[in-house]
């Protein structure tokens, strides 16, 4: 008997011709691109380094166009949104020691919102790996050390033979749900050295995919269908998995109210009748899904920020539709069920019955008027009234960046993201200086509509060096700098924690004469102003800059 496993293709004439003739020249950072290019990349970001410059050089014989940032973190960044925007594994390189050890905040927040990023770096020489101290340039005892704490999987290659198989495995494990950041580091005497491998012609680039048990969507689809007051909280496994539609489906059959984490802004439409939008931060919302009979918590681990700071208590029944197995149950007991969200979704529409339910929309639009009430009550127009010239000026299928500043904070809950992978924020790890580059990474992704960043003063400083990258490449992106001085966020909370600030006030430069500087159309613009100068920036192609003087309040927390 003959198994299908069994069966191998006999090679052609041409490939047997091919393989005994590999054409000259040819190096080991050949066969890291040549497996890149066969895997389905065609696009790789990152920063040259001495000890990877066997890999650059590789480049220039393949066809895999090259973004080069000017700091590693930032190139990390705009290869996390890159992954977002396409689903595919966006390859980083990089070189040893300090390039490698710069991109660690940005592979952080890869991680954090399960973004696939393949990382690849040089290491030293093969006679410096195992811990010696033989003193190479760059050298660490133990660099993937440094990174098994953040990434998803460590590959370290040790001859030429393993690049095709440790790169391969690297992209399989970028994009096995959950999606997340890898890495691969491979010596330089092996990037350098030349090579007799035969072209790398193939690879198999398709994940596992990861089903749920049957018999808990079984379980799953018997609560809900029984449930009295059904609730759905839908995070970034919702919108990294394609669910979408999916998610509005079980909801509609369900009559179930749905609030989106951050981290899964679009996955549900915003003015749907059973929409509780993106309030998620707010004690009326809180109190609404506390009251649930049956809580569908789908693609979030309900972390800080879905949780309303840990001050979320379930009352009811909650299941957990998790493809992360560390964050399956951990804040709160469940059914949890380990699955990519796609297809646990499309196991429940399967076995859920239909539930009538003509009051959910009207017990929605009491929470969303209770909301906008308490909002209302704390004079915020200012505020309120920057965000919607946001929204205005924005093109509904563009898709926006935003950085860790009070704008973002106000987003995160009150913007209507107009779709699912429409707007990102780094509020996974939450780090400073993502905007910027990320937004630059979607551009390269999809060239034919504006991407929109959104950092304040502090973090734009993070990212300044990419408005060269920005008109090198001639990215078609807008960067919105919210201009207050200082760190805006900060210097609240500690005022309010401390009744004053330190360390939060910033000299910083004339952000449109350093943009004019590079090449790159600057405009200052007033909250009054701002819908239109938004517009125009937006509407211009190439990079631009606009920059609001405005110090923008955060509203009142209640999970104090």
């Given at each position: 008997?003959?198994?299908?496993?069994?069966?191998?293709?006999?090679?052609?004439?041409?490939?047997?011709?091919?393989?005994?003739n590999?054409?000259?020249?040819?190096?080991?950072?050949?066969?890291?691109?040549?497996?890149?290019?066969?895997?389905?990349?065609?696009?790789?970001?990152?920063?040259?380094?001495?000890?990877?410059?066997?890999?650059?050089?590789?480049?220039?014989?393949?066809?895999?166009?090259?973004?080069?940032?000017?700091?590693?973190?930032?190139?990390?960044?705009?290869?996390?949104?890159?992954?977002?925007?396409?689903?595919?594994?966006?390859?980083?390189?990089?070189?040893?020691?300090?390039?490698?050890?710069?991109?660690?905040?940005?592979?952080?927040?890869?991680?954090?919102?399960?973004?696939?990023?393949?990382?690849?770096?040089?290491?030293?020489?093969?006679?410096?790996?195992?811990?010696?101290?033989?003193?190479?340039?760059?050298?660490?005892?133990d660099?993937?050390?440094?990174?098994?704490?953040?990434?998803?999987?460590?590959?370290?290659?040790?001859?030429?033979?393993?690049?095709?198989?440790?790169?391969?495995?690297?992209?399989?494990s970028?994009?096995?749900?959950?999606?997340?950041?890898?890495?691969?580091?491979?010596?330089?005497?092996?990037?350098?050295?030349?090579?007799?491998?035969?072209?790398v012609?193939?690879?198999?680039?398709f994940?596992?995919?990861?089903?749920?048990?049957?018999?808990?969507?079984?379980?799953?689809?018997?609560?809900?269908?029984?449930?009295?007051?059904?609730?759905?909280?839908?995070?970034?496994?919702?919108?990294?998995?394609?669910?979408?539609?999916?998610?509005?489906?079980?909801?509609?059959?369900?009559?179930?109210?749905?609030?989106?984490?951050?981290?899964?802004?679009?996955?549900?439409?915003?003015?749907?009748?059973?929409?509780?939008?993106?309030?998620i931060?707010?004690?009326?919302?809180t109190?609404?899904?506390?009251?649930?009979?049956?809580?569908?918590?789908?693609?979030?681990?309900?972390?800080?920020?879905?949780?309303?700071?840990?001050?979320?208590?379930?009352?009811?029944r909650?299941?957990?539709?998790?493809?992360?197995?560390?964050?399956?149950?951990?804040?709160?007991?469940?059914?949890?069920?380990?699955?990519?969200?796609?297809?646990?979704?499309?196991?429940?529409?399967?076995?859920?019955?239909?539930?009538?339910?003509?009051?959910?929309?009207?017990?929605?639009?009491?929470?969303?008027?209770?909301?906008?009430?308490?909002i209302?009550?704390?004079?915020?127009?200012?505020?309120?009234?920057?965000?919607?010239?946001?929204?205005?000026?924005?093109?509904?299928?563009?898709?926006?960046?935003?950085?860790?500043?009070?704008?973002?904070y106000?987003?995160?809950?009150?913007?209507?993201?107009?779709?699912?992978?429409?707007?990102?924020?780094?509020?996974?790890?939450?780090?400073?200086?993502?905007?910027?580059?990320?937004?630059?990474?979607?551009?390269?992704?999809?060239?034919?509509?504006?991407?929109?960043?959104?950092?304040?003063?502090?973090?734009?400083l993070?990212?300044?060096?990419?408005?060269?990258?920005?008109?090198?490449?001639?990215?078609?992106?807008?960067?919105?700098?919210?201009?207050?001085?200082?760190?805006?966020?900060?210097?609240?909370?500690?005022?309010?924690?401390?009744?004053?600030?330190?360390?939060?006030?910033?000299?910083?430069?004339?952000?449109?004469?350093?943009?004019?500087?590079?090449?790159?159309?600057?405009?200052?613009?007033?909250?009054?102003t701002?819908?239109?100068?938004?517009?125009?920036?937006?509407?211009?192609?190439?990079?631009?800059?606009?920059?609001?003087?405005?110090?923008?309040?955060?509203?009142?927390?209640?999970?104090?």
């Amino acid at each position: 008997m003959t198994h299908d496993h069994d069966l191998v293709l006999r090679p052609t004439e041409a490939q047997i011709s091919a393989a005994l003739n590999p054409p000259p020249g040819r190096n080991g950072g050949d066969l890291v691109v040549e497996t890149l290019a066969g895997l389905g990349a065609t696009t790789v970001f990152g920063l040259p380094g001495q000890h990877a410059l066997g890999m650059f050089d590789a480049l220039r014989r393949s066809d895999l166009r090259y973004i080069g940032l000017r700091v590693e973190n930032n190139a990390g960044f705009a290869a996390d949104a890159y992954g977002r925007m396409t689903g595919e594994a966006a390859p980083l390189l990089l070189s040893t020691g300090p390039g490698a050890l710069t991109s660690l905040a940005a592979l952080q927040e890869a991680a954090a919102a399960s973004a696939p990023v393949l990382a690849i770096s040089s290491q030293v020489p093969t006679a410096g790996l195992g811990g010696g101290r033989h003193g190479y340039l760059h050298e660490l005892p133990d660099q993937a050390a440094s990174f098994r704490g953040v990434v998803k999987s460590v590959h370290t290659v040790r001859t030429q033979s393993q690049i095709p198989s440790a790169v391969e495995a690297a992209w399989k494990s970028a994009l096995t749900a959950p999606h997340g950041p890898v890495w691969v580091e491979i010596p330089q005497d092996v990037l350098l050295a030349e090579t007799s491998i035969p072209v790398v012609t193939g690879g198999d680039a398709f994940p596992e995919e990861l089903p749920p048990r049957p018999e808990l969507t079984a379980l799953a689809a018997h609560l809900l269908s029984n449930a009295v007051r059904p609730a759905i909280i839908a995070g970034g496994g919702v919108v990294r998995s394609d669910a979408s539609r999916k998610l509005r489906q079980l909801a509609e059959t369900l009559r179930a109210p749905v609030v989106t984490t951050p981290g899964g802004k679009g996955a549900f439409p915003w003015t749907h009748p059973l929409s509780l939008q993106s309030w998620i931060e707010d004690r009326h919302t809180t109190d609404f899904l506390e009251d649930a009979d049956v809580l569908l918590v789908v693609g979030s681990g309900l972390g800080e920020l879905s949780s309303n700071y840990h001050t979320f208590k379930p009352r009811g029944r909650v299941i957990q539709i998790e493809a992360d197995l560390g964050k399956l149950e951990s804040n709160h007991p469940a059914l949890g069920i380990h699955a990519d969200a796609r297809l646990a979704l499309q196991a429940l529409l399967e076995t859920v019955t239909p539930r009538t339910d003509e009051e959910a929309p009207e017990r929605v639009r009491e929470v969303l008027a209770r909301v906008a009430e308490r909002i209302a009550a704390q004079e915020l127009t200012l505020e309120q009234d920057v965000l919607a010239s946001v929204r205005r000026a924005l093109p509904a299928d563009s898709p926006s960046f935003w950085d860790m500043t009070i704008l973002a904070y106000w987003a995160w809950s009150a913007f209507d993201a107009k779709g699912p992978n429409h707007m990102h924020s780094a509020q996974g790890a939450g780090g400073l200086g993502y905007g910027f580059p990320a937004a630059l990474g979607a551009a390269v992704a999809d060239p034919t509509r504006p991407v929109l960043a959104v950092s304040g003063d502090g973090g734009a400083l993070y990212s300044v060096a990419e408005l060269a990258t920005a008109r090198q490449y001639d990215l078609n992106v807008t960067w919105l700098i919210v201009d207050d001085g200082g760190y805006g966020i900060l210097r609240e909370y500690m005022t309010d924690a401390f009744g004053q600030a330190t360390a939060t006030e910033l000299t910083r430069p004339d952000y449109v004469a350093l943009a004019e500087s590079f090449g790159v159309p600057g405009v200052r613009t007033t909250p009054e102003t701002l819908a239109d100068d938004l517009a125009k920036a937006l509407g211009s192609p190439g990079p631009s800059v606009v920059v609001l003087p405005a110090v923008l309040r955060m509203f009142a927390p209640t999970h104090l």
